[in-house]
């Protein structure tokens, strides 16, 4: 059985990391490329000219947000597609779905629409329920849209479950993904994160109590387990 390719557009690099580390650990996912932006994208699937292409692409259109409209982020994003005949799926994540957004993105016909937190622990379980041809949102996007927007032309419809809580708060997760995951001493991750190094051994420690382990093996396995 062939994994499912997927392209994600992700200018957060711990986001990147994260959705990255989730769809390669799973058998049926494979990330085929990573882009900063859609424009590099575009680029990646034009000018390389690679013969083998995604079957899903995976853009968060929230770091764009600030200085350009998501909407006409999107709408580029799925005309240029389109022009180009490329049968690429497209699942779309932000951190907090509007209804405007949510009607656009169904009118543009993306195959999902995601809070991150709420399906990032699920993503690939998103990718594959899109590539078998649902259509995936989450639960904040049930929430604000059911009911009030027509149009999804999807066989059937998937509402993600509730992921798993992580333990760790925002600072503490990226402490351990760069100690457990890419194994760097503290000294590094000090540097990295802008911290002292006397401050990244205390996160360290917590870490390992709030996760019950005694090891960055442990403590990477549990990590693991909950992702």
């Not at 996007?141 to 479950?161: D, K, M, N, T, W």
């Not at 997760?173 to 760069?178: G, N, S, W």
């Amino acid at each position: 059985m062939s994994r499912i390719r997927v392209m994600l557009i992700e200018d957060d690099y711990y986001a990147r990391y994260a959705f990255y580390s989730l769809l390669s650990k799973d058998r049926r996912t494979t990330v085929l490329d990573e882009a900063h932006n859609i424009e590099e994208a575009q680029w990646l699937l034009e000018v390389n000219g690679k013969p083998v292409l995604p079957d899903i692409i995976l853009v968060d259109v929230d770091p764009f947000g600030q200085e350009r409209d998501p909407v006409e982020l999107l709408r580029g994003l799925m005309d240029w597609l389109r022009r180009r005949k490329l049968p690429c799926k497209v699942v779309c994540c932000l951190m907090e779905p509007t209804l405007p957004f949510i009607r656009a993105a169904v009118e543009l016909g993306v195959d999902a629409i995601l809070k991150k937190e709420e399906a990032a622990g699920n993503i690939a379980d998103v990718v594959e329920r899109v590539h078998q041809g649902f259509f995936c949102y989450t639960r904040s996007v049930s929430e604000r849209a059911f009911g009030r927007i027509q149009g999804v032309q999807h066989a059937a419809c998937y509402l993600v479950p509730p992921r798993r809580g992580m333990p760790l708060n925002r600072a503490l997760q990226r402490v351990a993904r760069l100690y457990c995951e890419d194994n760097l001493p503290a000294a590094e991750i000090a540097e990295i994160l802008h911290l002292s190094e006397s401050g990244v051994r205390r996160q360290i420690r917590r870490i390992y109590q709030i996760l019950g382990v005694h090891s960055r093996e442990e403590a990477r396995q549990k990590l693991r387990g909950i992702e």
